[in-house]
């Protein structure tokens, strides 16, 4: 028998980080899940440049993140040498937090949303959470198919997104469950579909409806597509709210 980790793949992965969220959108207290994304100390300046910008612009999950340097550990690894790390908010989070408000959320799969004319229209490229054991935001920006900065530029362009369900009966906690998230600055719902009907060009399950929410990497899509190398390691850990700071006060 082999002694090798057994493959997780990506939906157990969530359900598990899911399940361990505990963040608190009223209290503000609690542990979030985590991007890591690392670059070459060089690039600091630049990569930092550009994630302001896209979360200022909406393309992110929360403002909220943390910097990581030479020595520093999170999730299992150490910052090495000529190395920075940036932990952000993770969109599962969002799963994690309906999930406490007692809303049987089920995430479906993360893809590209073609947007036109600042309009989301419909999923063009998609890979389910059982399907695969990484990330599909991951594999799709690995395929170096977005076209985040030509969206910031011109409003068409294809973005991140992922697709979740949650059942019609629970439409009220939903709404008051995000609007608190709003406050707590966590604002990376794309768009909320009406019962029974496709969002984005996309079937729901009946009696079910979509929920898109923007995916966390899509800073890092930017900064891939700048030329400038970046390693991602989406869902990577949890860690507490209260670690992570806003990147308008770095």
């Known amino acids: 028998m082999s002694k090798n980790s057994p493959i997780q793949f990506t939906s157990s992965k969530i359900d598990d ?3 361990r969220t505990t963040f608190d959108p009223k209290s503000m207290e609690g542990e979030v899940i985590v991007n890591l994304s690392l670059i070459d100390s060089q ?11 896209a979360i200022n612009s909406g393309l ?33 989070t969002i799963d994690g937090i309906l999930l406490k408000s007692g809303v049987m959320i089920k995430p479906r799969f993360g893809g590209l949303v073609e ?11 998609v890979l389910t959470y059982p399907s695969t054991t990484i990330d599909p935001l991951e594999v799709l920006m690995s395929q170096e198919l977005t076209s985040v900065m030509e969206m ?29 998230m709003v406050d707590a600055g ?12 496709r969002i984005l060009d996309v079937p729901v399950e009946r009696d ?34 209260n670690e992570l700071d806003n990147i308008n006060d770095i």
């Open 17 to 19: 980080l899911m399940f």
């Open 43 to 53: 690039d600091f300046e630049d990569v930092f440049k550009i994630f302001k910008m």
């Open 60 to 92: 992110s999950v929360s403002p909220l993140l943390k910097v990581l340097h030479e020595g520093d550990y999170i999730g299992g690894r150490t910052i090495e040498k000529d190395e920075v790390g940036f932990a952000t908010m993770c969109s599962i």
């Open 115 to 125: 947007i036109k004319d600042g309009t989301p229209k419909r999923f063009t490229n």
């Open 152 to 180: 910031l530029k011109t409003g068409s362009g294809k973005i991140l997104a992922n697709l979740r369900e949650a059942p019609l009966v629970a439409r009220d906690v939903i709404d008051s469950t995000l609007s608190d």
């Open 186 to 197: 966590i604002t990376g719902i794309l768009e909320v579909g009406e019962p029974n009907t």
């Open 208 to 241: 079910h409806l979509g929920i898109v929410v923007i995916g966390g990497t899509n800073p890092m899509a930017i900064v891939q597509e700048y030329g400038i190398p970046i390693r991602t390691n989406a869902m990577s850990t949890l860690v507490d709210i």
